[in-house]
């Protein structure tokens, strides 16, 4: 059952000038829910949340909020004092003895941090990366006493592994409410039991997650059978990807399996791939990159030391490892705009290689996106007989006909990159390397990318923190732990997930913290066991008073509705503490292994 309710909006609409974003919106939240918001960029997304939140009035309908629910917002917008310190933006007031032996407070440092060091907390938030400002700013958000948090984009600038541990926290805290606008399906899947999809100023709800989300809108287009046939032929094709390749969601179908195997019956697999190896080995030859005994500085520093590796034609890689690692210096090297320092690369003759980096390179601000687009070529190969105008490939890429005459001075950050990848795919490279590439992309773009890259016959090389692009696009990875080597990970990210668990301290001062900390999260996870047990016991009694007294008035239909209410509130509370308890045990277990 639902717990208590939280927030509710009332035929809400809003609109900035003439373009309606949000029209009679009516929906609620409830204790406990995760709620996940999928929709173009620009489509009200942002908007939403921050009338939800009382940041943004709306134009008309209104807003009911329980007395005292306490609802914070983590925006894409920073507005954090600079000149404040660390410590304060997170903690506030609150004592170090106090926070020091929070267990919540030291988990959400350590998920997000990786600890919690005197230097990180005494920095000003102007010394701060951009990354290091977005976790300071979701730290504050998750240590606060909160029913209910909206996240807008949490996922951007966290790697794989924050990632992967924020969608356990959120999971875990079972009474805390989280709505979460992201493009990371992946975290979509894990987190969320419902999607809102705003569309057209409406919002609609689908139970579930992204994989479910995926499932009924396949189920939709194909019960309206009218037109856009192109974009119900992407909903297949992801579906279809769903249930046969991503291994993470076969083993939990979270939708009817039956209903998606008929609709993906006669859809193909995404890619062919004996159909786009014999064409990239006929543009490609045998040789891509060769690295033989390869070492890697940045000025005096190590970064990668006795590399080898062999890139193939046709090959699909994904790249993963923790920020720093030398991601994007290794494919740099690779393009040999880093030289080693000891080793060699060899690169095949035939490569013709492009880069999407995370850096856009300047344009020309007046040209039109078409213009910008014809200035490489008119048309491109992608292999296998398929051409495409840049008229066509700009549409694929989310231009439509009159975004392709807009002026590119007017283009947002993530139209900007969307642009820069359409140029770098009409130079017809055959080599395509790729650095984070979904950053500031919509789900619908995402897909779209997808479907386009399963047609790309050349290698491909992808760095991505999202997990839910590698899995689609990729299909071998090799990690970069941080000790300057080079992983093959034949069981995927999840192989990665484990190495790193694995990756032992060095700093005698942190195994001694770690150790401490942990020692302190088992009582404190003891005591939350304890005071379960109690309730429960409590609850039991009550229970059973209240099933006599039922017995009792059963003539007294007045008195006996009032006792049916009563005991169905107990009986919810005991199911809430049952599983909290259940949680707390399997945490203990994990802690004392």
């Known amino acids: 059952?639902?717990?208590?309710?939280?927030?509710?909006?009332?035929?809400?609409?809003?609109?900035?000038?003439?373009?309606?974003?949000?029209?009679?919106?009516?929906?609620?939240?409830?204790?406990?829910?995760?709620?996940?918001?999928?929709?173009?960029?620009?489509?009200?997304?942002?908007?939403?949340?921050?009338?939800?939140?009382?940041?943004?009035?709306?134009?008309?309908?209104?807003?009911?909020?329980?007395?005292?629910?306490?609802i914070g917002i983590l925006s894409q917008a920073d507005d954090v004092d600079e000149d404040a310190i660390v410590r304060d933006v997170v903690l506030g007031e609150t004592e170090v003895h106090e926070w020091a032996g929070n267990v919540k407070v030291r988990e959400v440092l350590n998920g997000l941090f990786g600890g919690f060091s005197e230097e990180l907390l005494d920095r000003k938030i102007s010394q701060l990366s951009g990354g290091e400002r977005r976790r300071v700013n979701l730290a504050k958000l998750l240590i606060g006493d909160f029913d209910l948090v909206l996240l807008d984009e949490p996922t951007n600038h966290l790697d794989v592994e924050g990632v992967s541990w924020l969608a356990s926290y959120i999971k875990r805290t079972t009474k805390l409410a989280v709505v979460v606008i992201t493009h990371d399906r992946w975290f979509l899947d894990e987190v969320s039991e419902q999607i809102w999809e705003v569309v057209d100023g409406k919002v609609l709800a689908y139970e579930g997650g992204y994989s479910a989300y995926v499932l009924s809108k396949a189920e939709r287009a194909r019960q309206e059978t009218v037109e856009d046939g192109k974009r119900n032929m992407l909903i297949r094709k992801e579906l279809a990807w769903l249930r046969r390749g991503a291994p993470a969601r076969t083993a939990k179908p979270k939708f009817r399996i039956e209903a998606a195997n008929t609709l993906i019956a006669n859809e193909p697999p995404p890619r062919n791939e004996t159909e786009l190896l014999n064409f990239a080995a006929n543009r490609l030859g045998n040789t891509v990159f060769e690295i033989h005994q390869a070492s890697i500085k940045i000025g005096d520093k190590p970064i990668l030391d006795g590399l080898y590796w062999n890139v193939g034609p046709g090959d699909r890689i994904g790249?993963?490892?923790?920020?720093?690692?030398?991601?994007?210096?290794?494919?740099?090297?690779?393009?040999?705009?880093?030289?080693?320092?000891?080793?060699?690369?060899?690169?095949?003759?035939?490569?013709?290689?492009?880069?999407?980096?995370?850096?856009?390179?300047?344009?020309?601000?007046?040209?039109?996106?078409?213009?910008?687009?014809?200035?490489?070529?008119?048309?491109?190969?992608?292999?296998?007989?398929?051409?495409?105008?840049?008229?066509?490939?700009?549409?694929?890429?989310?231009?439509?006909?009159?975004?392709?005459?807009?002026?590119?001075?007017?283009l947002s950050g993530g139209e900007r990159r969307?642009?820069?990848?359409?140029?770098?795919?009409?130079?017809?490279?055959?080599?395509?390397?790729?650095?984070?590439?979904?950053?500031?992309?919509?789900?619908?773009?995402?897909?779209?990318?997808?479907?386009?890259?399963?047609?790309?016959?050349?290698?491909?090389?992808?760095?991505?923190?999202?997990?839910y692009?590698?899995?689609?696009?990729?299909?071998?990875?090799?990690?970069?732990?941080?000790?300057?080597?080079?992983?093959?990970?034949?069981?995927?990210?999840?192989?990665?997930?484990?190495?790193?668990?694995?990756?032992?301290?060095?700093?005698?001062?942190?195994?001694?913290?770690?150790?401490?900390?942990?020692?302190?999260?088992?009582?404190?996870?003891?005591k939350e066991i304890a005071k379960s047990e109690r309730q429960i016991t409590k609850l039991d009694s009550e229970i059973l008073e209240?099933?006599?007294?039922?017995?009792?008035?059963?003539?007294?239909?007045?008195?006996?509705?009032?006792?049916?209410?009563?005991?169905?509130?107990?009986?919810?509370?005991?199911s809430h503490t049952e599983e909290a308890w259940l949680l707390a045990n399997s945490r203990l277990e994990e802690l004392e292994n």
């Open 319 to 410: 790249i993963v490892g923790v920020n720093g690692a030398g991601k994007t210096t290794l494919i740099r090297a690779l393009l040999g705009q880093i030289k080693v320092s000891a080793g060699k690369i060899t690169t095949g003759v035939t490569v013709k290689a492009a880069l999407l980096s995370q850096h856009l390179e300047e344009l020309d601000p007046s040209w039109r996106v078409l213009e910008a687009v014809e200035k490489i070529a008119n048309q491109v190969q992608l292999g296998n007989g398929k051409e495409l105008t840049a008229s066509q490939l700009c549409e694929k890429l989310g231009f439509n006909t009159d975004l392709q005459w807009t002026p590119v001075g007017e």
């Open 469 to 526: 692009f590698l899995e689609r696009v990729c299909d071998g990875f090799v990690g970069l732990l941080g000790d300057g080597k080079l992983r093959d990970l034949p069981g995927g990210i999840d192989e990665y997930l484990r190495l790193r668990a694995q990756v032992p301290s060095n700093n005698p001062t942190t195994v001694s913290k770690n150790k401490t900390s942990k020692i302190l999260e088992i009582r404190e996870v003891k």
């Open 418 to 467: 969307r642009l820069q990848l359409t140029r770098l795919l009409m130079d017809s490279p055959n080599v395509l390397l790729l650095d984070e590439p979904t950053n500031d992309f919509d789900v619908e773009t995402l897909t779209a990318l997808e479907d386009l890259l399963d047609s790309f016959g050349g290698t491909l090389l992808v760095i991505s923190h999202d997990r």
């Open 1 to 70: 059952m639902a717990g208590r309710n939280l927030l509710n909006l009332e035929a809400v609409s809003k609109a900035f000038d003439i373009r309606p974003l949000l029209e009679g919106v009516s929906l609620g939240v409830n204790e406990g829910e995760r709620i996940g918001i999928v929709g173009r960029n620009g489509g009200g997304k942002s908007t939403l949340l921050k009338i939800m939140a009382g940041s943004e009035s709306p134009d008309a309908g209104r807003i009911a909020k329980a007395g005292s629910v306490n």
């Open 546 to 574: 209240l099933e006599s007294k039922q017995e009792e008035l059963a003539f007294d239909h007045e008195k006996l509705s009032l006792i049916m209410e009563e005991l169905a509130t107990r009986i919810t509370c005991r």
